[in-house]
Every structure is written in C-alpha cells, then in structure tokens.
C-alpha cells in the first residue's frame, strides 16, 4: 500500500512590521514568493491587517449575499463569462459565486449592491469596499515582490498603471473580487 503524503502549500506571512522594499525581510519573502509560484503556482498569505470586526462583518456581509432568492441573485448579470452570478450547475448543485467588478471603486459597490437590493443596502456595499482596501495593500505588495523577483523593477509604474487604464476602460483584471 503507497502512501501519500498530502502537498502542504507554502505560508508566508505578510503581517510582520517594517515589510519595507530593499530592506532584508523584503528580500527574503519575495524569495518564498517566487518559490511558492515556481513549485505550486500559488501559497497561503497570512495578513492581519484586516480588523477583526471586518473579517466578522465581510462573512455577514456573504452571508446576507448568498441568503438571497435566486432570483435575485441571477440579477448580477455580466456579458463576461463567470462574471455575476455563477451557479445552478447540476454537476456541482452546492456551488455559488458572485463577482463584484471595481469592487475597489464604491460608486460601483452601490450600483451592483442597488440591484440586488432595490431600496440599498448601505452595510453592504461599505463593508466589501472597507475589505477590499484592506486587501488591495497586500495584492500591490505581492504584484511588487514578484516584478522584482524576476528583476522587473524598471517596469513597476508601467505595469500598476496600464491596470489602472485597463480598469477605467471597463475591465477588471485584478480588481474583481469573487466572492464563494
């Protein structure tokens, strides 16, 4: 009998004080970083600069989202595909996700928060706005590290900024959250 053990991902841990670029612990976590994407593809990110109090409200947040009628929820239409609402497949009856685009930008919270609830649901849309600022520091200190990584430096602003310009022209790659 063979036995496997199970692939244990890498956890890095983003929390710790003065993660600042050049300085020695930069260094040695975009290590764990390239590492991590090398041999996994991905890793656990430990980060605890979100409060308490947003992590308890954002699984409310979910929680309220996901307890609405289906009917509902299918009113999160996008022409992108799984984008909005996703779910009702036979082969996995138990799965739902719902996209959020330009979660970062709350006008767009409110404006796909107003469909879902008609007369707003002010709660809500601060609560994934408020979790997404929290969680954008850690998607720009993770995109530097592996630019830097790979000794792409040089292309930082090019690269932050042609998202930015990708964002306003009605895309969003790297700034959707999907929420399941």
Partial sequence: ???????????????????????????????????????????EALFDKVPVELWKSIFGALEALFDLPLQ????????????????????????????????NIIKKVKSMTNILWPKGNESFSKTIHSFSEQVSELDQTIRRMILESFNLEKDMVEHMNSILIYLEKGNDIGRRTTLA
């Avoid at 244990?8 to 929390?15: A, E, G, K, Q, T």
């Avoid at 009113?75 to 959020?100: A, T």
């Fill in 1 to 43: 009998m063979v036995s496997e053990t199970p692939i244990r991902l890498l956890v890095i841990d983003f929390s710790k004080p003065n993660l600042k670029p050049g300085s020695p612990k930069w260094g040695s976590m975009k290590s764990q970083v390239r590492k991590a994407f090398k041999e996994f593809g991905c890793f």
């Fill in 72 to 103: 509902t929820k299918l009113r999160n239409l996008s022409k992108r595909p799984f984008h909005g609402y996703v779910g009702q497949y036979p082969q996995v009856p138990l799965y739902e996700s719902m996209g959020i685009d330009d979660v």
